[in-house]
């Protein structure tokens, strides 16, 4: 007799996902599926999609969903937390969606401490219109919008999304993960459960920061752009916890 | 019942609570600020989420959230913060959710001032944002009408699962009149089966607007015309004033079309035969009523009285669809037209120009 030992998590649709090949979209929606499965919130979880390559989302989890205009998914998570506030929020946000158009209402999300779980995944590229500069582009990376190089005197520096919302005092829990090998995927599982978690627990405003890979607009093929992410991303937007929950750092 | 007396802009936020609405989402902006105020106090007294947002960009999606997970919801700006919420208006009227917007109008364009005009209606009435959209737009004319109204907007908006857009000026938000209030609604909201709620055993909803593939997208626009051509159908409303015999017809709605009544009465009492069309829907135009009153065959002009260099004329144009000569005077900027010069160009008309 075979025993079955790995099944697809119910939180996510059978269908096949339409990422590039070699992107960590897919990884990272799965990890948040497997999360809520294993939470037991699926049937009041409500998700929001972004704008970019996420915007599908709404296609591939199979809870309740909204897709939201661009930037805006913490203003309409806000919207239905305080409507259904029994239920479980998360938005799923790109670097463009949420630290470029969308950084008033990141900000002031976390500022009112919505109990709301973020997902903000992180490839310094915008993806879905064809590769160009994002506000986590690093210094020098070559774009569609910077062809020689981010340079800091013209297009300006980096923003570290964590660094920044973990100084704000609605924030409960702020971490930054990477799912580039099993070790990095197996700890971004254990902070996306937290985030959700913190919800929970009624705690705060929770956001981890996900490091993802864009071979199609790097321009390397999917193992290359693991190792650049490794070599790279982490090196200027370091792994960790930004800020826990109050109760747990006494604790330390 | 006994009369109460109450500024508009609060007539809005009391008649949004007894219509059953529990949730505003907005940001502080002049002409309209007290309703605002009035619900930052109100909500709490009745278990309702009043949230002073980060912009009009967040409020107007706050609203989008809240609608979509089932509730009655509102926000309120005026102009500038009005063009700021169009994305969210037009995203709202595509995933066909139901909610109502207050827009008290100030002077434009740009920032301009606080005084009260009419020149929003193109925005108004065109959809407003980006894309093939319609909203239902209501017009009150006094504080009682506000009230009133604002029920009906709310029923409207779940009737068509469409924003409905209410449009007054500084005038009518800041001016105090007696009314009566209406009883307040049950606000037990019907069953929302399309409401992303958390599906708690049920199938999933998506509360989307996007349409990658041209022919469900085309498919989604002719269902919002479909739905649009009824409204129009079935929704228009207007209050005809002394039209009996009228030979010139004005139209005016909102702040013009009180003072217009002033002019109607003015001219009846001189013997002139002058009446009023005002329409109370912006949006469906009420059509009907030139319809109606052209089989009369007693009118000679119509004369559109507005507070903006001339926007509702072309409607005006459209439905008399060159039937009658169509006239325009207009006060701009937030300077109000007075009766007595409004009654000059009556007596121009009546008096001087050949039928």
Redesign the interface.
């Known amino acids: 007799m075979f025993k079955k030992v790995f099944a697809r998590t119910k939180a996510l649709e059978d269908v096949p996902f339409h990422f590039c090949p070699g992107c960590t979209h897919g990884i990272i929606h799965r990890l948040i599926a497997e999360a809520i499965e294993e939470l037991n919130i699926f049937e009041q979880t409500i998700g929001v999609c972004p704008v970019g390559c996420a915007v599908f989302a709404y296609n591939y989890f199979a809870c309740d969903i909204f897709q939201a205009a661009h930037g805006r998914a913490p203003a309409v998570a806000t919207g239905i937390k305080r409507a259904l506030p029994d239920r479980v929020v998360f938005t799923y946000q790109g670097d463009g969606d949420l630290a470029a158009i969308g950084m008033g209402e990141i900000i002031h999300a976390a500022a009112r401490g919505e109990k709301i779980s973020v997902f903000f995944i992180n490839n310094s590229v915008y993806g879905m219109t064809g590769g160009q500069m994002a506000p986590t582009t690093l210094p020098g990376q070559i774009t569609a919008t910077t062809p020689y190089g981010r340079d800091r005197e013209i297009n300006g520096n980096p923003i570290k999304v964590c660094e920044m919302l973990s100084v704000i005092e609605g924030t409960a829990y702020v971490a930054r993960v990477s799912v580039h090998n099993p070790a990095s995927i197996i700890k971004a599982k254990k902070a996306i459960k937290k985030a959700f978690q913190v919800q929970l627990r009624g705690l705060g405003f929770a956001l981890v920061e996900i490091l993802s890979t864009c071979p199609t607009n790097w321009g390397l093929s999917p193992a290359e752009a693991l190792n650049w992410l490794a070599e790279n991303l982490i090196a200027y937007y370091p792994l960790g916890d930004f800020k826990i929950p109050k109760e747990e750092a006494k604790n330390v | 019942m006994a009369k109460v007396l109450m500024k508009g802009n609060e007539a809005f936020g009391e008649g949004a609570i007894r219509a059953g609405c529990r ?1 505003y ?1 907005g940001y502080p902006i002049t002409p309209q600020s007290e309703l605002a105020h009035f619900l930052a106090k109100r909500m709490p007294e009745v278990g309702g ?1 009043f ?1 002073q ?3 009009e ?3 107007i ?11 009655r ?1 509102m926000t309120s700006s005026s102009g500038p913060g009005i063009s700021l919420m169009q ?2 208006i037009s ?1 709202i009227a595509c995933a066909e959710l139901p909610c109502v917007i207050v827009n008290i109008m100030r002077g434009g364009p740009g920032l301009g001032n606080i005084a009260p005009v009419q020149s929003d209606y193109f925005q108004a009435t065109r959809g407003g944002g980006h894309g093939d959209y319609r909203l239902i737009v209501l017009a009150p004319s006094s504080v009682q009408e506000i009230i009133d109204l604002i029920r009906e907007a709310f029923d409207l908006a779940e009737k068509y699962l469409n924003p409905v857009l209410m449009l007054g000026d500084g005038l009518l938000g800041q001016m105090m009149e007696p009314m009566e209030l209406n009883e307040e609604k049950n606000f037990f909201i019907p069953p929302r089966p399309w409401a ?6 049920g199938p ?7 349409y990658i593939v041209p022919e469900e997208a085309e498919k989604h626009n002719l269902k919002l015309n479909q739905k649009y051509k009824k409204i129009e159908a079935n929704e228009q409303r207007w209050e005809n004033y002394q039209t009996e015999g009228a030979q010139l017809v004005l139209v005016a709605f909102g702040t013009a079309a009180r003072i217009c009544m002033g002019v109607v009465d003015y001219c009846r009492d001189q013997g002139l035969p002058v009446g009023l069309i005002r329409p109370i829907t912006l949006w469906p135009f009420p059509v009907k009523a030139f319809d109606s009153i052209l089989s009369l065959d007693t009118v000679h002009y119509f004369l559109s009285v507005e507070m903006s260099t001339g926007q509702m004329i072309e409607d005006v144009r459209l439905a008399v669809n060159g039937r009658r000569p169509v006239f325009f005077y207009g006060r701009y900027g937030g300077m109000l037209p007075v009766l007595t010069d409004v009654v000059k160009e009556v007596k121009k008309l009546l008096l001087e120009e050949e039928p």
């Open positions: 949730f989402f989420t949230l947002a980060e912009s960009l967040a409020s999606n706050m609203v989008f959230g809240a609608a979509g997970a089932g509730a919801a994305e969210g995203f992303a709620s958390g599906r708690m055993g999933k909803r998506i509360i989307n607007t996007l």
